[in-house]
């Protein structure tokens, strides 16, 4: 097993991963302890979250999350919302992990459009290649601030680092780190400092 450390970004709380309907809907009540929501559509509306969150959580460990979560606060005066995955997936990319870095940076970037910029670098952790760009998203009715399904571009953060065989483990992984926000006018003054720290502190060890 590979265990992945790294600095967890202020503000950004914790989303369960591969929890149980009863994890989900404590976390979801622990959300919004803070709101006054006793009446029975109050309390039929934190059922359907918890059940979202549910599905979401088994989904995440289902495909390899280590952590996930997101943050909710002010930036500038408005709200600001950021989400933030990280996995650990099998991928034989074969003997040097910065030729896999490069490889990965060409496909990622044929396949995103010329919306998508990124790069191979240098980071403690090892050589990553990094992708910005946009992403569209359709939101459901449930997590919509209107109550309807709405369609929603967000500023996208990706890095895709091969681990070294020196980090240990009997095979080889690579590490993904996804960070989006649809506030995207905050990416470059807010987010874009905390994702190149995340990266900075990522390491990787044998557990």
Not at 62 to 80: D, I, K, R, T, W
Not at 113 to 129: L, N, T
Not at 186 to 196: D, Q
Request: with cysteine.
């Amino acid at each position: 097993m590979i265990r992945v450390d790294f600095s967890v970004p202020v503000d950004f709380e914790d989303i369960p991963i591969g929890a149980d309907f009863e994890t989900a809907w404590a976390d979801v009540n622990r959300r919004n302890a803070h709101a006054s929501l006793t009446s029975d559509e109050d309390q039929e509306k934190l059922t359907d979250m918890a059940r979202a969150v549910h599905q979401i959580s088994r989904l995440l460990g289902e495909v390899g999350v280590v952590y996930a979560a997101n943050c909710l606060h002010s930036f500038e005066g408005e709200p600001s919302l950021g989400s933030l995955a990280v996995a650990v997936v099998d991928f034989p990319y074969g003997h040097e992990p910065a030729t896999a870095a490069r490889g990965t940076l060409r496909g990622v970037l044929d396949s995103r459009g010329p919306e998508w910029a990124g790069s191979v670098i240098d980071a403690p952790c090892g050589p990553a290649a990094v992708f910005t760009g946009g992403q569209s998203y359709t939101l459901p009715p449930l997590f919509s601030p209107n109550g309807e399904e709405i369609e929603l571009l967000t500023a996208q953060f990706h890095a895709i680092i091969p681990i070294s065989p020196q980090a240990g483990g009997d095979g080889q992984r690579m590490c993904l780190l996804a960070f989006s926000t649809p506030n995207i006018a905050h990416w470059e003054k807010c987010y874009a400092p905390i994702m190149a720290s995340v990266l900075r502190s990522l390491r990787f060890t044998e557990e």
